[in-house]
């Protein structure tokens, strides 16, 4: 047993102190500092990537900079320019030409002037709608809230004149085409309705009046049609059922 305790007394004895592990520690610090086997701290930057000398030496760099060059005939000659050129007025994508709705207006004014069938066989709703506007306008200037009736007649009696033309015509008339016509001739109606403004029509001069606007109304369309369908001969025809549309416009003007 007394051996036992000197050979513990021995193994556990020893002449390494705390100075020894700090002296140790210096040691490997430097250690790595030599090698480089020490990674360096977080706070430490990393070394700058490489930079070619040209750069360094930005004073004496003499070459020129790349700058697009602004050529002022690309744009002129671009093919969207072209296109943007050659794309028709706003007024003639929508189909409102004045000069023909002014030919229009003064061929329905004078029923004796000749009627120019390339011109009316255009479908032109921007007069006739002015026209029917200009209508309900004077009508209720006049005392009288028709609106509901002037469109709904316009659109009873375009489809009546559309299926009759039809039948009438070999070469046939579009929907449009009739509307623009019979909206047009819609013109004298409302120099009626105007007048109905200032006096009364339900008499022998309103009446004698009434029947004159018809006849000019009527009278007016028909060459139209006439005239932009080829149907020579039948401008009589074509009359008596205008005229008959016409007719419940003006009673509802005079009455």
């Not at 592990?21 to 500092?33: C, I, K, L």
């Not at 009696?157 to 559309?162: D, S, W």
């Not at 149907?231 to 009673?251: D, H, N, R, T, V």
């Amino acid at each position: 047993m007394s051996n036992l305790g000197q050979f513990d007394c021995d193994f556990y004895q020893s002449n390494y102190t705390i100075d020894n592990q700090e002296q140790s520690s210096e040691d490997s610090n430097t250690y790595a500092y030599v090698y480089g086997s020490r990674k360096p701290a977080v706070s430490e930057q990393p070394p700058p990537a490489f930079v070619p000398a040209e750069m360094l030496t930005s004073s004496g760099y003499e070459g020129q900079y790349f700058q697009p060059a602004s050529n002022p005939d690309y744009y002129s000659q671009s093919s969207y320019t072209d296109r943007f050129e050659e794309e028709p007025p706003l007024l003639e994508e929508l189909g409102i030409n004045f000069d023909h709705i002014w030919q229009k207006t003064l061929t329905v004014l004078n029923p004796l002037k000749p009627a120019d069938g390339s011109i009316m066989n255009e479908t032109d709703l921007t007069g006739p709608i002015l026209f029917c506007i200009a209508l309900g306008a004077t009508l209720l200037l006049a005392g009288k809230v028709q609106f509901g009736y002037v469109y709904g007649m316009s659109a009873i009696g375009c489809l009546g004149i559309h299926t009759l033309l039809n039948l009438m015509s070999s070469s046939g008339a579009s929907y449009g085409c009739v509307a623009s016509v019979l909206g047009y001739c819609l013109l004298p109606m409302v120099i009626l309705s105007s007048c109905a403004i200032f006096f009364s029509l339900q008499g022998t001069f309103g009446t004698v009046l009434a029947l004159v606007i018809i006849g000019w109304c009527s009278l007016s369309a028909s060459k139209i049609f006439s005239s932009a369908l080829g149907m020579e001969g039948q401008q009589l025809l074509i009359a008596y059922p205008c005229g008959l549309l016409y007719g419940l416009f003006a009673l509802l003007t005079v009455f």
